[in-house]
């Protein structure tokens, strides 16, 4: 399942086209737009096979979805698959697809992407129909939306050294954009730091002790949080995965597999990465986690096992179809400025009675709550255990229950290092608050594509009513596209997430050359 916040009240999800109740069109339907404050959906209607695939947003506020599935049962084949959904408050917008026209350059299963300072996305992957991937089927490259003439690659997929030498285990690789330009980069026991303007690696220290990081041992990964106090220097943390071999037969695997309780951090300045990984335990451990950034700069951890891997049908001793079991059903709350030893809790968190396996996700919401949703480790729709999961959940942080400062007077757009003023309502007591400006991201398989926090620079007034704001220093500290702006007090309660685009909200620039270089090559094969 993959999912994304388009707006204040609604979310897009996409899921695998499987035999779902739900039909549009006359047949199946496997993509809605769903109300965050009904909780009723709609179906949408894109045409190819959306299954593994990934999504970011453009600077104008679409949201592009690329890569998939061949067909099945019906549609489209997903493989190259570009799909554009623009929100609208009138609920008749739908995805937009031409699959003929405009599509990836290559086949893309489980890629991964990131938006770009020029409003443009890059998608990172590699092809192949194996539980694993391997030598045979593996497309490690590159490419551009919209196509770029770069590096001497005019309109074509680029290749990617790195996504061979992490083989087998690299699908669904960790990509996070850092303020200095270039991209962190996670696969299997890897990192590098990739310069997408030179087509630079630059290898970093492996994962610690030896754990995996992306499916089907799929750790959690999070950028925290850039502030002006820490100079916006870029730490990233990625806790769960396994550290099994990816080099035998899932025969070998069982759904008891261990699992890892590794929480590894890495500050990325020189300094940071000749220091190394910080290590730490999670309360339990877990494959296919989701971390999710809260806006108290807390991070929600949440979903997945505590044995087996991702994936359905390859293992011996399965649950049913479900290649993991023993599911995490508490959650836990993670600070990263708390002292080392105290980060993790669990106290007063209730724990789920639904098992959050694979193909479930999650993400925060704008009224700052985090909504749960899927799991279905099997072929196709089922009832045995394990089975398909179309119930939401909504997890309430702690600060749910204080009372909320509220706020009016956000612009449409906000561009960088302008300012603007908020027109504040503080609770009683209160007499300090920060903005905190997050990207929700899209996520799918406990990657959460472009997640970010950055908390702005603010004045409060001395009458406690105005705050005056400024923007993002840069498009690299926060790349052009939407996102929801939490006042937070000093303990931490926020107030509902209002969206805005970062950014002057324009479309990507488009490089005609490029474009014509592509079109010329939309002969390319596809199975």
């Known amino acids: 399942m993959q999912l994304a916040v388009v707006s204040e009240t609604t979310a897009v999800i996409f899921d695998k086209v499987y035999h779902n109740p739900l039909t549009v069109g006359g047949h199946v339907a496997w993509s809605v737009e769903l109300n965050l404050n009904t909780q009723t959906v709609r179906a949408l209607n894109p045409l190819s ?78 092809f192949t129909f194996s539980f694993i991937n391997g030598a045979s089927g593996n497309n490690p490259s590159y490419e551009f939306y919209p196509p770029k003439n770069i590096n001497g690659f005019n309109g074509v997929k680029i290749p990617s050294k790195f996504l061979v030498d992490t083989l087998n285990s690299n699908h669904f690789p960790i990509l996070i954009y850092l303020p200095d330009g270039t991209i962190f980069v996670a696969a299997n026991q890897a990192a590098m730091i990739f310069n997408w303007r030179t087509n630079t690696e630059t290898r970093l220290p492996g994962i610690p002790n030896g754990v995996r990081v992306s499916s089907p041992f799929s750790a959690g990964a999070v950028l925290l949080p850039l502030t002006p106090e820490n100079n916006y220097t870029p730490e990233v943390m990625i806790c769960g995965g396994s550290a099994v071999s990816d080099s035998v037969s899932p025969t070998t695997f069982t759904a008891q597999t261990p699992t890892s309780a590794q929480c590894s951090r890495l500050v990325l300045t020189t300094a940071g990465i000749a220091a190394g990984w910080k290590v730490e335990s999670m309360p339990q451990p877990r494959v296919m986690p989701e971390l999710v950034q809260l806006p108290d700069m807390r991070i929600l951890i949440v979903n997945g096992a505590t044995t087996g891997v991702a994936g359905y049908g390859n293992v011996q001793n399965r649950i049913g179809q479900s290649n993991a079991d023993n599911p995490a059903f508490t959650p836990v709350i993670y600070d990263p400025s708390a002292a080392a030893g105290s980060r993790f809790s669990s106290a007063g968190l209730p724990a789920s009675p639904i098992a959050r396996l694979y193909h479930s996700t999650a993400t925060l919401t704008p009224n700052g709550t985090v909504m749960v949703a899927g799991s279905n480790p099997n072929d196709d729709v089922t009832t045995t255990k394990y089975a398909t999961e179309y119930r939401l959940e909504f997890f309430s942080p702690p600060y749910m229950t204080q009372p909320r400062p509220t706020y009016t007077g956000l612009p449409a757009t906000v561009n960088y290092n302008t300012k603007f ?78 969206k805005t685009l970062i950014g002057t909200g324009a479309s990507p620039p488009v490089d005609q050359g490029a474009i014509s270089k592509y079109v010329l090559n939309l002969n390319i094969p596809r199975v």
Not at 467 to 488: C, D, F, R
């Open 49 to 126: 096979n959306t299954w593994c695939a990934t999504g970011s947003f453009l600077g104008n506020g679409t949201l592009l979805s690329s890569g998939g599935n061949p067909v099945v049962i019906t549609g489209q084949n997903g493989l190259q698959g570009i799909r554009l959904f623009t929100p609208c408050s009138t609920g008749t917008c739908d995805i937009f697809e031409d699959p003929a026209r405009v599509h990836l350059t290559s086949n893309r299963w489980y890629p991964a992407s990131v938006i770009l300072p020029e409003w443009s996305i890059h998608t990172y992957s590699q």
């Open 421 to 498: 003023n908020l027109t504040v309502t503080l609770p009683t007591g209160v007499t300090s608050v920060t903005v905190n400006l997050i990207d929700l991201g899209f996520a799918t398989h406990g990657v959460h594509m472009d997640q970010r926090l950055v908390k702005l620079v603010s004045t409060l007034s001395a009458d406690r009513k105005t705050l005056t704001v400024t923007g993002p220093p840069s498009s690299k500290h926060y790349p052009p596209g939407p996102a929801y702006l939490y006042v937070v007090t000093s303990a931490g309660v926020p107030s509902f997430g209002h």
